[in-house]
């Protein structure tokens, strides 16, 4: 059996958006691996679902958005248990689709907040304690944050955000002892996932242009397991479902070809007319 190098057992675990789906899950997966975990989330009667009992377990109500309530969850999980080991900025939204022309502004300005200076006000406050115990960071991004912006311009520009801010966490950590990594994910059945791309008529064929096998979704424990084994090997980067894997290895010279295809397809010129149309109605 492989040995992990990096052993999450007795260590701090801090996890953002851990209230359900892929926060959730790996809260759990680690816990039952012996770590002690801080889940914080904005929703807290998700956070009172979330049963994995009281033993190593630290509940915090917190909005990534909110700077100050993030560095107060920080500093009360450093003050609960001592120290501060492996910090997981999860927290993120799935913004309905919608173009830059007809777009609401305010809407894109609440995804930047979440997914992308959300991270920011995670990691930072958390950095020193990380440091000192020689720990890891992840920052969850997204293959959007290189995959072809249809409709989702919102969160695929954060998400490519929240990839530059984990790449720039790997260099500046490595001095210091520490780690940092970055984790990408295909699709993956959320909550969030299945109101955009299921419950959405245009989400739907927005998931239909992508095409087998890209489309494939993995489940949260799917995702969860990704990461923790990301951690355990203290990787820079880790991604599923593997299929994934060569879109990015290459993503310069396949999104150069991709551009251009989408650019022509008369599907893709329909899709963006039917979703240009729904938003200046529903004004």
Same mark, same amino acid.
């Given at each position: 059996?492989?040995?992990?190098?990096?052993?999450?057992?007795?260590?701090?675990?801090?996890?953002?958006?851990?209230?359900?789906?892929?926060?959730?899950?790996?809260?759990?997966?680690?816990?039952?691996?012996?770590?002690?975990?801080?889940?914080?989330?904005?929703?807290?009667?998700?956070?009172?679902?979330?049963?994995?009992?009281?033993?190593?377990? +630290?509940?915090?109500?917190?909005?990534?958005?909110?700077?100050? *309530?993030?560095?107060?969850?920080?500093?009360?999980?450093?003050?609960?248990?001592?120290?501060?080991?492996?910090?997981? $900025?999860?927290?993120?939204?799935?913004?309905?689709?919608?173009?830059?022309?007809?777009?609401?502004?305010?809407?894109?300005?609440?995804?930047?907040?979440?997914? %992308?200076?959300?991270?920011?006000?995670?990691?930072?406050?958390?950095?020193?304690?990380?440091?000192?115990?020689?720990?890891?960071?992840?920052?969850? $991004?997204?293959?959007? *944050?290189?995959?072809?912006?249809?409709?989702?311009?919102?969160?695929?520009?954060?998400?490519?955000?929240?990839? %530059?801010?984990?790449?720039?966490?790997?260099?500046?950590? $490595?001095?210091?002892?520490?780690?940092?990594?970055?984790?990408? +994910?295909? +699709?993956?059945?959320?909550?969030?996932?299945?109101?955009?791309?299921?419950?959405?008529?245009?989400?739907?064929?927005?998931?239909?242009?992508?095409?087998?096998?890209?489309?494939?979704?993995?489940?949260?424990?799917?995702?969860?397991?990704?990461?923790?084994?990301?951690?355990?090997?203290?990787?820079?980067?880790?991604?599923?479902? *593997?299929?994934?894997?060569?879109?990015?290895?290459?993503?310069?010279?396949?999104?150069?070809?991709?551009?251009?295809?989408?650019?022509?397809?008369?599907?893709?010129?329909?899709?963006?007319?039917?979703?240009?149309?729904?938003?200046?109605?529903?004004?």
């Amino acid at each position: 059996m492989r040995r992990p190098t990096y052993d999450v057992r007795d260590k701090v675990v801090l996890i953002t958006g851990a209230g359900q789906g892929i926060g959730l899950a790996l809260a759990k997966r680690l816990h039952a691996q012996g770590a002690r975990v801080a889940l914080v989330d904005v929703n807290e009667a998700a956070l009172a679902r979330a049963s994995l009992g009281e033993d190593r377990v +630290f509940i915090a109500t917190a909005d990534v958005t909110d700077r100050a *309530a993030m560095a107060d969850a920080v500093s009360r999980v450093i003050d609960h248990h001592g120290r501060l080991d492996v910090v997981v $900025a999860n927290a993120g939204v799935t913004p309905s689709p919608a173009t830059i022309r007809t777009m609401d502004l305010a809407d894109y300005d609440r995804v930047v907040a979440i997914n %992308q200076t959300g991270v920011l006000n995670t990691v930072r406050p958390a950095l020193e304690a990380v440091i000192a115990s020689g720990g890891h960071v992840v920052v969850v $991004a997204s293959c959007a *944050a290189f995959s072809p912006g249809v409709g989702g311009v919102a969160y695929m520009s954060t998400k490519a955000a929240a990839e %530059q801010i984990g790449r720039a966490l790997k260099l500046e950590l $490595a001095p210091h002892g520490a780690t940092a990594g970055v984790a990408y +994910f295909g +699709f993956v059945d959320t909550p969030l996932a299945t109101a955009t791309l299921d419950d959405d008529p245009i989400g739907r064929r927005l998931d239909e242009l992508l095409g087998w096998p890209l489309n494939h979704r993995i489940t949260a424990d799917a995702a969860a397991a990704s990461i923790a084994e990301g951690i355990a090997d203290r990787a820079g980067t880790t991604i599923a479902p *593997a299929r994934w894997l060569p879109y990015s290895l290459f993503r310069g010279v396949i999104n150069a070809a991709v551009d251009r295809v989408l650019a022509k397809d008369r599907r893709v010129h329909q899709l963006i007319r039917d979703l240009e149309a729904r938003q200046k109605s529903a004004r």
